[in-house]
């Protein structure tokens, strides 16, 4: 007969941000403690409510299994000493011991425990050693600093096997088969029977013990109510399983604020609703965000929800007229003014002043396009990488990256062009730090760089500066978009490569898991900025070798996620000296390519058994190889393979086709294959032998023009 | 209102003080919180404390954000089990519908880095309005709390906004009279905010919070605990107003909050000390 268990902790609000780890230890620990026993659940289930947590183990024995431990002694005739010493450590007699072939056994029969006394030993071990992030001791027993800790105060403990209730004391708090429903709805107690009336009979008293079921209930809901205004929710399951945390009778609300608000950008808005309040925001239907919230309430209210909403509203008015008075203060200072302030805040203590740095990454921004680095014609244009909602410039018409000659001027020369976008790079670069001393990046951090982007917006900048402030932290982490405005490039790579270069410089590199100024993170944001534009950047000239090799590493990771063997990038990165990303990978996957036909996977072959009758023989002195012999004719054809490809994919690599560099190589392999089938390489006659050895030698260093085959697995 | 709390907490064995007469930038900061809160002594209050926190200052613009209004502080040790439904017993007293509002108790973990005080807790919402501040505290002064005591820290013009069901704080009725919060206290907030952010003398402020320091130290060296920690509440609210003036750099910020903190810590030291708590 197998039986269901019900555990219920309940507590005062438990954060709702904890919740679902909290289900999983409770599962594990269960499990754990179980397990010491011999007993497993066919099933264990967990819910979590801000007051409850619960779980429901099914299908459990009602003892566990009777085991039977064997001990081996001495033999029957050994002397009396060693016997003396087994009965010594076993604390039995002679009679007790059991004898087969002739050596003494002790069995112990240990029967069966109840599956109730387990689990009432397992339940305090379980809350003692509970993992909460924090924990807190509470009440009178508190005066001893020992007192129980839980995650708020802890305050009855439901634990039914079966119909049975499993008697526990921990803190002085007595497991019993009560419990309480809805704070507001349902104050009294309510009796639970078993495992299985316990989610039903709360249901009854207005908790919905399961999370999952509150989370669509929240999801469905307030999209509807999002419809039936007409609107579109703008969803966030972030939200969703938070508001779950919070109630155990979720109903979500729609309210409107006064559109006046809506002059806020709609990111801040759409942030002080999400973070202060756990609102839902909505969009109209052309997609820009309307004058709506819904907030989910923990009651079926009276009047229902009228004054919730109302409440709600009013707050939403006063976190929003606070940001609108954050963004008309901030407005009232120039950024050039802000940045002046950015002197008294310490980027590291090592390096400096955000003041100092700004003006290495406004060198370096003017730089890289002043090199050539950053070329009008190169990227992939302007305006891609948006986050939306791209403040418009003063002068709608201004073309982002145009200098607009004056009426009846000459045009614009590409010379003039590139100064321009060279003076707007370091501009940008000089306003792009200014939002961190606003009011509203105080206010909200993580809108660093958008809200920037607005300011140089109002105060007039050209857009293309704009969206260079507002995008040069950009791309954060895989996934995000990558800047391809010329201007937001060239800022966002002198931002992240300052960086890494500063860091690097003053001995604060990462180490093992720790990364504690993300530079990988900037590593591969600078990678993705090279890559995404297409930027010819010959990294060598602006970092060391230390730097080149940890983006090196970068690379791999980030290519192996792309999909690229890590063995080719290896076999590229083998031959040295490449510090053009662009054009390694371009090498790389004309590699990938390569391997993958008939002709890369013989040639592979042959480079490979070369390779190792080259590490077994040496590679002969050239003089001792002068072919002083007629060669076989697979051995001519192979000298006359070679003299043909190897200048071929000399002029490939020059002009950057590698496709071609592989396709000369190809023709190699039949001229191997061949030589390899009809000419022995280790000839008794010592000319022939070094001449041949000197022939592999020659073709293992053609194919190195494109790749350290010997890197390449397979 | 807060006759009505006072009676509700007095019935429930809280003596009732008197705001303590110095600016501080919440009831935490009354004595009647932080050194009473130490020790094992069963101790129950209630009292309003005016605060004052320079940076929340709106010039009068804002509906509810004020750089000078009162919060209604009840400190309970040995926390009680039932401190919850004593706390909502209160907000039934003072006329809050609980089937009509929303009550809920959101993550808030409270953490005062100038007192070497933290506690776990929430703060409580009314319709997504934070109405309270509900903490059990589990430090005080770096002292672990045995016994860990319960504070509710209520602001009441926010719950006065609710149960007047107006929209600004400066609209409140203040009587019956057509005397409201505005004719109070408007051209208070407006010269405030403009001394606090714009005016104030930083040289003089700068100045003060040295004197302060040094003189919590002079009364730290007498053994005196009260004066040193008042000296230490004067140190914390100028740095406040150093804040408000923004001239105190990032940087700076974590030396000031450390040097305020060892005032605080010292003069808990020294009360424990008094009387003879071991740490």
Sequence with gaps: MMTDFLLELRSEEIPARMQDKARDDLARLFAAELGKAGLAAGSLVTYATPRRLVLIARDLPAETQAVSEELKGPKASAPPQALEGFLRKTGLTREALTERDGVLYAITERPGRATTDVLAEAIPAIIRGFPWPKSMRWGAASASTESLRWVRPLHGIVALFGEDLVEVEIAGIRSGVATFGHRFHHPGQITIGSAADYVEKLRACHVIVDQDERRALIRERATALAAEAGLVLVEDEGLVAENAGLTEWPVPLLGRFDPDFLSVPPEVIQLTARVNQKYFVCRDAEGALANAFVCTANIEATDGGAQIVEGNRKVLAARLSDARFFYETDLKTPLETQATKLANIVFHEKLGTVADKVDRVATLARWLVEEGIILLGTGRGTGEAGGGGVPQAASPAEAPLHHRPAAGGPPPRAGEEHVVLADMAERAARLAKADLVTGMVGEFPELQGLIGGYYAAAQGEPDAVAEAVRDHYKPVGQGDAVPAALVTVAVALADKLDSITQFFGADLRPSGSKDPFALRRSALGVIALILDNGLRFPLGTAVDQGVLDFFADRLKVQQREAGVRHDLIDAVFALGGEDDLVRLLARVHALQAFVATEDGTNLLAGYKRAANILKKEGVPDREAAVASYAPEPAEAALIAALDAAEPKAAAAIEAEDFEGAMAALASLRAPIDAFFDDVTVNDADPAKRAARLQLLDRVRAAVHTVADFSRIEG | ?279
């Excluded at chain 2, 009473?36 to 954000?65: E, H, M, S």
């Excluded at chain 2, 820290?153 to 926010?158: H, I």
């Excluded at chain 2, 040094?214 to 100028?238: D, F, M, R, V, W």
Aim: proline content about 4%.
């Design chain 2, 1 to 279: 209102m807060i006759l009505t709390l006072h009676d509700y907490w007095s019935d429930r064995g809280c003596v009732i003080l008197q705001p303590y007469d110095m600016e501080m930038g919440a009831g935490t900061f009354h004595t009647a919180t932080t050194l009473r809160a130490l020790g094992p002594d069963t101790w129950n209050a209630a009292f309003v404390q005016p605060c004052r926190r320079p940076t929340d200052g709106r010039y009068g613009k804002n509906p509810n954000r004020l750089q000078h209004y009162y919060q209604y502080q009840v400190i309970l040790k040995p926390s009680p089990p039932d401190l919850q439904e004593l706390y909502l017993g209160s907000l039934a007293a003072i006329g809050v519908d609980m089937t009509r509002h929303d009550i809920r108790f959101v993550e808030d973990d409270w953490e005062s880095p100038t007192l070497g005080a933290w506690g776990l807790g929430w703060e409580v919402w009314c319709d997504g309005m934070e109405v309270t501040q509900f903490t059990y505290f589990q430090q005080m002064g770096g002292f672990d709390m045995k016994p860990v005591a319960g504070e509710l820290t209520y602001g009441l013009e926010r719950l006065a906004m609710y149960i007047q069901d107006v929209d600004n704080v400066y609209d409140l009725a203040f009587n019956d009279a057509g005397v409201t919060y505005g004719d109070i206290f408007l051209e208070n907030e407006r010269q405030m905010s403009t001394w606090n952010f714009e005016v104030a003398d930083t040289a003089s402020l700068f100045d003060l919070f040295r004197k302060a320091a040094a003189e919590c130290e002079n009364s730290l060296a007498a053994g005196l605990a009260i004066p040193a920690y008042e000296q230490a509440i004067k140190a914390s609210h100028t740095f406040n107003l150093l804040q408000a003036r923004g001239v105190i750099s990032v940087a700076e910020r974590q030396a000031y909050i450390g040097r305020v903190r060892d005032l605080a810590k010292g003069a808990c030291a020294a009360w424990m000390e008094k009387n003879g708590w071991a740490a």
